[in-house]
């Protein structure tokens, strides 16, 4: 049910593709070992699906929703070791009230990658402790591995692993086993190329991190305290549906049929991450930002059912199914319904309704009739205009015929070799291109952005601006863009 409704939904209702896919497409599509914002593996699996879908944005929203349903399908095995069936059925559908599993969940990102290798990393640790099997071991290594490429913030959950492996004895005992040294090796093995590329690179995703949690790193005495505390709060609110859903139980404990989990192992897998963030939050002043919390919540059912082990009977089944399905389906009500008033409440659209596909038709055609023998192979501009031109003249059926591919377009974003280091800036100025920017009421001719353009490419020749409407159903508003074209030599 989930994977259908939350797939079908984001592709019936945008008309465009979120702001994080269109930026890991313009990535992607370069198959680099890292990015200068983030590790590679959302945009490699974004690039995956768009090329397997021929760039069909309902791709993305099912890559979405199948790594969302990996998580559920882990937690539901890990809660099987020691809950009942039905139990463990329950403490995974107490999952579908978390928002970053629902209504933010259409947005492919760093974040939502994370979510099925955060899961099989917890669930390998687990059977890995339980059992000392090798082979458990190689699973989390794996599985630690891509999620260090999804994203740093993984950081939070070894340390968490490893904090029990040093404070428990059944943790400590695994180090005269050959088990943690094979994960480590494993883990190794497959970042080895990211980590070369890091040091190429100047390690800039660092950079990014720090920077963006530390602003601009004047932070006053009491942000050491705001910053963790508005955290901590945005995340226990979303802790609200499934604690309505387990109320639905009463208050009554099941003394018959108690867990019997490794309680101290699931603590620490649970709580050890967002308190090594709250804590470097309050020791550096950093701010933190809510959709960090996404995998912080995959452990939230099994914990809570283990824990309070409710009484289920079949009255109270009832009771539980119609809560259940209140905030399984008010998910996909909301997300329709701010597409539609959206525009009618706050200036311009939504970044869904943007209609980058119709500017990608227009700037595609015109390059075809001006230049039928040279392939586009470059677009300009900040990283979602460029990006919605890159990501979209794919779709176009304009392609050149010495092209190699229709997936052959890069984004130059912001004009930066940076950013984009797959740029040749000579390249660029030989084969051409096409430049991209926010239009103004300024003439385009008068616009600094365009002066400072023309001055670093003199040969470039603009073009009349694009008009075109948002893609809104209860609003005519419109948009301009502003593009010039840099003719190929």
């Given at each position: 049910m989930h994977l259908s409704i939350w797939t079908l939904v984001p592709s019936l209702v945008n008309h465009n593709l979120p702001i994080d896919?269109?930026?890991?497409?313009a990535w992607g599509n370069e198959g680099m070992w890292g990015y200068h914002k983030h590790p590679p593996l959302s945009p490699w699996l974004m690039d995956l699906f768009a090329t397997l879908s021929g760039s069909s944005d309902w791709a993305q929203y099912l890559l979405s929703q199948l790594?969302?349903?990996a998580a559920f399908i882990g937690m539901w095995l890990l809660a099987r070791e020691f809950?009942?069936?039905l139990k463990a059925l329950i403490s995974v559908l107490l999952l579908e009230g978390v928002y970053y599993h629902g209504y933010a969940s259409p947005e492919f990102n760093a974040n939502i990658v994370l979510l099925p290798f955060w899961s099989i990393a917890i669930l390998s640790f687990y059977k890995a402790i339980e059992t000392r099997k090798v082979t458990w071991w190689i699973v989390l290594g794996a599985a630690a591995a891509l999620a260090v490429l999804g994203k740093y913030f993984t950081g939070f959950l070894l340390v968490s692993m490893f904090a029990y492996m040093i404070a428990t004895a059944k943790g400590r005992q695994q180090f005269l086993t050959i088990g943690p040294y094979a994960a480590l090796g494993i883990m190794l093995l497959i970042l080895t190329p990211h980590f070369v590329w890091m040091v190429e690179a100047d390690f800039s995703t660092l950079s990014y991190g720090v920077n963006r949690a530390s602003g601009s790193g004047d932070v006053g005495l009491k942000n050491h305290f705001l910053y963790p505390l508005k955290f901590l709060i945005s995340q226990l609110v979303l802790l609200i549906p499934l604690l309505l859903m387990l109320a639905a139980f009463g208050l009554k404990r099941d003394?018959?049929?108690a867990s019997k989990s490794n309680a101290a192992l699931l603590?620490?897998?649970?709580?050890?991450?967002?308190?090594l963030i709250l804590l470097l939050s309050a020791i550096l002043g950093w701010?933190?930002?809510?959709m960090w919390g996404a995998p912080l919540f995959l452990m939230s059912g099994v914990l809570l059912v283990s824990f309070l082990n409710p009484m289920i009977t079949l009255s109270k089944m009832g009771r539980f199914k119609a809560v259940f399905l209140f905030f399984a389906l008010i998910g996909p009500v909301a997300y329709i319904a701010v597409y539609a008033v959206r525009p009618l409440v706050k200036e311009g659209g939504k970044r869904t309704q943007f209609p980058g596909s119709e500017i990608a038709l227009r700037i595609s055609k015109h390059w075809q009739e001006q230049y039928p023998d040279k392939a586009l192979q470059y677009v300009m501009g900040d990283v979602w205009r460029a990006g919605n031109v890159a990501y979209y003249h794919n779709k176009v059926e304009f392609a050149a015929p010495n092209a190699e591919s229709q997936r052959t377009i890069s984004a130059f974003i912001d004009g930066s070799t940076q950013i984009s280091p797959w740029v040749n800036p000579e390249d660029f100025k030989e084969k051409g291109g096409v430049?991209?920017?926010k239009g103004t009421s300024l003439p385009v001719d008068s616009n600094p952005k365009f002066l400072s353009l023309k001055s670093a490419y003199p040969e470039l020749v603009v073009m009349k601006p694009?008009?075109?409407s948002w893609d809104s159903w209860f609003s005519d508003e419109e948009l301009t863009l502003n593009w010039a074209v840099l003719p190929p030599k």
């Open positions: 896919v269109v930026e890991g497409l790594s969302v349903c809950l009942s069936p003394k018959a049929d603590s620490f897998m649970a709580f050890g991450p967002p308190l701010k933190l930002r809510s430049i991209v920017w694009l008009q075109l």
